[in-house]
């Protein structure tokens, strides 16, 4: 059990609304992920931290926050949710002890309404 | 855009039989490594093999890599029902991020 969970697990909302997904992390590993998984497109990063207050873009960041204020917490957030963002979005942490292994979160479901 | 594709897009076999699904990507690379996923979870690591290495075993399962290709397989031997799953290439082109395909949806018939 890497130590990783995401919340909320499944959420419906409206386009417009501003949506935060939470990924919590009990390992103080350094580097942590979010991506999006849809069909045909396998997964796709979304933005990565790298220390606290140290981000950066992934392929798909338009439209998507984050931030870091702490080493076990990274957040997603939305702005104004579009139904392009209908999506599942997994959290991941990457192992120190094997440089490159990563351990995901078991998904956030959205709907964009 | 994806840093790894892979190859077919689904397999469908027999118990008993060998699947092999391949990857390729296009920048040059730290490592590349191989994760499954079941339905409705999250995506678990299986098998990391090193740019300077050429072949890795675990278990039923053996990757190979050929960099001058940027290519790589994983067969998985004598399947079973429960292999049935996506499987998933990614490697690190900036040591920082990491990219994946799209999948290989492997299903295995009991």
């Known amino acids: 059990d890497a130590g990783i969970t995401q919340s909320p697990r499944h959420k419906v909302t409206e386009t417009g609304t501003p949506v935060t997904l939470r990924c919590h992390q009990t390992e103080n590993h350094r580097y942590m992920y979010w991506y999006r998984q849809d069909p045909g497109h396998g997964l796709r990063l979304i933005h990565y931290?790298?220390?606290?207050?140290?981000?950066d873009k992934g392929e798909v960041s338009d439209g998507y926050s984050v931030s870091r204020s702490k080493t076990e917490d990274f957040l997603l957030t939305l702005e104004s949710a579009t139904s392009s963002q209908t999506s599942v979005y997994f959290c991941?942490?990457?192992?120190?002890?094997?440089?490159?292994?990563?351990?995901f979160g078991e998904g956030s479901r959205l709907t964009v309404l | 855009s994806q840093q790894g594709e892979e190859d077919p897009q689904a397999l469908s076999i027999q118990e008993g039989e060998n699947a092999t699904m391949n990857c390729s990507y296009k920048?040059?690379?730290?490592?590349l490594q191989w994760y499954r996923q079941n339905s409705g979870r999250g995506l678990v690591h299986l098998i990391l093999i090193r740019s300077n290495e050429r072949e890795k075993h675990s278990g039923r399962l053996r990757v190979t890599l050929d960099t001058s290709k940027k290519s790589s397989s994983l067969l998985i031997t004598a399947s079973r029902a429960a292999d049935t799953a996506s499987y998933f290439c990614a490697t690190d082109p900036n040591n920082n991020d990491m990219r994946f395909g799209a999948g290989t949806r492997l299903t295995v018939k009991p």
């Open positions: 931290s790298y220390g606290v207050k140290d981000t």
């Open positions: 991941a942490i990457r192992s120190m002890d094997l440089p490159g292994e990563l351990f």
């Open positions: 920048t040059s690379i730290n490592n």
